[in-house]
């Protein structure tokens, strides 16, 4: 009988899923196979030729078969990489995307600049991963986060709390800025955002592993995908101290149109957009006050 080690099964499985089209085949590869062996990825390589007995075949054979069928590779092993912090997930979250990084590192940066402990507000939490990074980086400060899902709240708080975090991020449910109403204090220094924002048309248009695994709430955002961030522009003004920052996380078109919807409100005195690593147009912070 054929004796599967470490190193055959990468190779068969790249294989494989390139066939099946998948994204990144071979990471996929290394991920599932280092989920299934309970070890880390470096040590595939270690043990190259290692055989890996049948029980543990038999789970990665049925992991193969989803990812095959472009279930996303962060669904299968329950968990994947933001800001360097791992964030456990499931299908009633969006996977955190690498360009949200971009918006915990400006709120990071503007945290560290303001006197402490300052107040944040995460609204569309999901996994609750902007919340985790934010508090794991400025752990003087203190996140409020909410989500309409109570199924997202429940994944954000077990990342909340296994990130030793359960002290400094409060996780509330309802719409919007809704769950704040029975907080004694209802104003914050920062409000971060990655809304839904994905338009009509796109919705259809989406890759496979997103369109058939992620949650709909979570992508869509009206036909033309600026619903959140109207409703947000329309409430925000009690919310936000007077020397506040509002910071959202944009689709690369979204840019001159969310820029008018915050600058039409009057409530700021300035309005950035800023490109991500791709130079898309990915975040804009509106200001109270001029820095
Ligand atoms: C794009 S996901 C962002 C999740 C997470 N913050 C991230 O960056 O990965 C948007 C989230 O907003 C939530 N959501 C959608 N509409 C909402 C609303 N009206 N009020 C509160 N949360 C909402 C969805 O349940 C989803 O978890």
New binding site residues.
Partial sequence: MEQWTIGKLLTWMNGYLTDKGVDAPRLSAELLLSHVLNCKRIELYTDFDRPVEAARLEQLRALVKRCAEHEPVAYLVGRCE?YSLEIRVNRS?????PE?EL?VERAIDWLRRRPQPASVL??????????VAVAKNVPECCVIA????DQ?LSIADENVKAHGLGEHVRLLC???F?PLAGLDEKSFDLIV?????VTSAEMETLDRNVKDYE?T???HGGVDGLD?YR?IADQVGPFLKANGALML?IGYTQGPAVRALLEATALFAEVTVEKDHASHDRIVTANRQTA
């Avoid at 979250?93 to 995307?97: A, D, G, S, T, V």
């Avoid at 995460?122 to 919340?131: E, Q, V």
């Fill in positions: 933001f979250c969006l996977i955190p995307r949200t918006l995460d609204l569309c939490t999901g996994s609750g991963c902007i919340a909410t989500d309409l899902s997202t309802g719409d919007l809704d955002a990655n809304p839904p924002y949650p709430p979570a992508l959140v409703r996380e």
